[in-house]
T-cell receptor, first 116, second 112 residues
């Protein structure tokens, strides 16, 4: 089991540029989550998918953020245009169900985004 | 759940001592309370959990207690070791919202 795979591990970009973060969930998991972690706000849920369908995107901060899950093995989180306040660690997680009992979240190692 | 408060934000203990982290939730419909451990440079990992119909659960040196009346739950680590140093997150889950809400995290430092 390779676990949840995120790429890139680190991303440094200039303000205004487009940023795309990638995630490969664990095979067989049908729920996928994108979280953002900052010192000020801790772990914030941005959006989650169930069976490739977005279920709750109420955590997406602005229209500059978008997420897609074209198939069961791949998801992207895009920021366009990026701003310095978007700097954070972005985590992808997957589970067999939506974090319910007997269905723990498995997190990737995150993408550390720095927007200058 | 709606809101989860976690205390303390930082905790330093000597090796061999116990550590306690406390969380309070507000949603009375919350029925599942996991704890995650995040090591440096990694994502959080589930270490123990408890359901609302149980008051206490133990797994070797870690234990979790739940007080539904007071709406709080705690993580207890006994005989702490340097490898216990990490950030710990509590969370709660409600079936109605179908998602976990995380606390703000506690940075535990175990010193020699």
């Amino acid at each position: 089991d390779a676990g949840v795979i995120q790429s890139p591990r680190h991303e440094v970009t200039e303000m205004g540029q487009e940023v795309t973060l990638r995630c490969k969930p664990i095979s067989g998991h049908n729920s996928l989550f994108w979280y953002r972690q900052t010192m000020m706000r801790g772990l914030e849920l941005l959006i989650y998918f169930n069976n490739n369908v977005p279920i709750d995107d109420s955590g997406m901060p602005e229209d500059r953020f978008s997420a897609k899950m074209p198939n069961a093995s791949f998801s992207t989180l895009k920021i366009q245009p990026s701003e310095p306040r978007d700097s954070a660690v972005y985590f992808c997680a997957s589970s067999t169900r939506t974090g319910a009992p007997d269905s723990p979240l498995h997190f990737g190692n995150g993408t550390r985004l720095t927007v200058t | 759940g709606e809101n989860v408060e976690q205390h303390p934000s930082t905790l330093s203990v000597q090796e061999g001592d116990s550590a306690v982290i406390k969380c309070t939730y507000s949603d009375s419909a919350s029925n599942y309370f996991p704890w995650y451990k995040q090591e440096l440079g990694k994502g959080p990992q589930l270490i123990i959990d408890i359901r609302s119909n149980v008051g206490e659960k133990k797994d070797q040196r870690i234990a979790v207690t739940l007080n539904k009346t007071a709406k709080h739950f705690s993580l207890h680590i006994t005989e702490t070791q340097p490898e216990d140093s990490a950030v710990y997150f509590c969370a709660d889950y409600t079936g109605t919202a179908s998602k976990l809400t995380f606390g703000t995290g506690t940075r535990l430092q175990v010193t020699l």
